[in-house]
């Protein structure tokens, strides 16, 4: 049983960051790669940005390109999403997914691992 648990979201000022962090368990094998996504009140899931687990490479949706970086330490099994210069815009729930095939990182229907999300509210 696959187990991804977010931690670190909170409510920050606009300008400011924060860093999120996911922690998987339950199965020895690697994803091939793994998303953020989020979802604000009334709004659809909409992907944040994603990696690759072997390689690093990292990919991100426009409207946070340049402010958000996407990591991973593969011997804790983490992902982190360092948020900086957060917006009023960015206020959603974030969830992060895993994916154990090969494909596109933000089809957020191909990711049959997901966690609980957690929330981050920028206040303007």
């Known amino acids: 049983q696959v187990q991804l648990v977010e931690s670190g979201g909170g409510l920050v000022q606009t300008g400011t960051s924060l860093t999120l962090s996911c922690a998987f368990s339950?199965?020895?094998?690697?994803?091939?790669?793994m998303g953020w996504f989020r979802q604000g009140s009334g709004q659809v899931r909409t992907f944040v940005g994603g990696?690759?687990?072997?390689?690093?490479?990292?990919y991100y949706d426009d409207s946070v390109k340049g402010r958000f970086t996407i990591s991973r330490d593969k011997a804790k099994n983490m992902m982190y999403l360092q948020m900086n210069n957060l917006k009023p815009e960015d206020t959603a729930v974030y969830y992060c997914?895993?994916?154990?095939?090969?494909?596109?990182?933000?089809?957020?229907?191909?990711?049959?691992?997901w966690g609980q999300g957690t929330q981050v509210t920028v206040s303007s």
């Open positions: 990696i690759v687990w072997s390689s690093g490479n990292t």
């Open positions: 997914a895993a994916r154990p095939d090969i494909g596109e990182l933000s089809w957020d229907w191909k990711y049959p691992y």
């Open positions: 339950g199965r020895s094998f690697d994803f091939y790669g």
